[in-house]
């Protein structure tokens, strides 16, 4: 997925499929940035923990040691990435401030604010409103795919109102939408244009063919990753 039609063309963002290779490795990482983002830039790349931090970058540094589910920027030539496998990569960008941000969006993150705090960092270092904000949010395991624990309603509970939108019953068993979820934080920010890419990592095979096209944590038990990435030319 490298969604080309919904940002100007001043950014760069995408997705790695498993064509390219798994991305916790740097060397696939670094390789597979190169060749979209011509410049070289800084790769900026913390360890997504599920937990609400947001990581302004500024002066071109980063300690890629750092822990974090969030990472903004106005910065040209720095690219921002996360490596990820089920969970939703959520891309902004402030047209107005020409600002960026890139979230890793858990259901342990969003329940705590991730988005939200993104945007409230946007508006603090940028001065974003978040109603110039366009955010693109990116593949990510489907309502179909995500069976949650029983007790998983009080998680998904709407802290802004009396409904619960997050959730559902199916035959006895809970799943969860965190693509409901995303959007209800998004306009309860004040966010009102996006664009979603409707792919699911868990269940979603490859256009032309049979074969999986991203990693699933859920589906494949194990530790590969997708890339999310975004970068200002
Ligand atoms: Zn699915």
């Known amino acids: 997925m490298i969604k080309e039609d919904f940002f100007p063309n001043n950014i760069v963002m995408g997705y790695s499929q498993i064509k390219d290779g ?3 490795d740097m060397k696939n990482k670094k390789e597979f940035i190169k060749d ?3 410049e070289n830039g800084l790769i900026v790349n913390p360890t997504p923990v599920h937990g609400s931090d947001v990581l302004p970058v500024k002066n071109k540094r980063f300690d890629n ?3 974090g589910d969030s990472i903004i920027t106005t910065e040209k030539g720095v690219i921002l990435s996360m490596a990820m496998a089920d969970c939703f990569p959520i891309y902004f960008y402030d047209p107005v401030n020409k600002a960026i941000g890139l979230t890793h969006g ?3 993150g969003l329940l705590k604010g991730i988005i939200e705090n993104t945007v409230i960092q946007m508006k603090y270092n940028f001065n974003t409103n978040p109603e110039d904000l366009m955010v693109y949010i990116g593949p990510g395991i489907c309502s179909k795919c995500f069976e949650v624990k029983k007790d998983a309603p009080e998680y998904f509970a709407n802290p802004y109102s009396e409904i619960r939108m997050g959730i559902g019953d199916e035959k006895g068993k809970w799943f969860g939408n965190l693509s409901v979820e995303i959007y209800k934080r998004l ?7 996006f664009e979603s890419s409707g792919e699911c990592t868990c269940c979603k095979e490859g256009v032309f063919s049979k074969t999986k096209k991203y990693y699933s944590f859920r589906r494949d ?3 590969n990753r997708n890339l999310a990435f975004i970068g200002i030319k």
Do not use: A
């Not at 306009?187 to 244009?193: D, F, M, P, V």
């Open 36 to 38: 979209i983002f011509s």
């Open 187 to 193: 306009l309860s920010i004040g966010c009102r244009k």
């Open 22 to 24: 798994p991305m916790q």
């Open 106 to 108: 858990g259901w342990k």
């Open 221 to 223: 038990k194990d530790y």
């Open 65 to 67: 040691q750092t822990e």
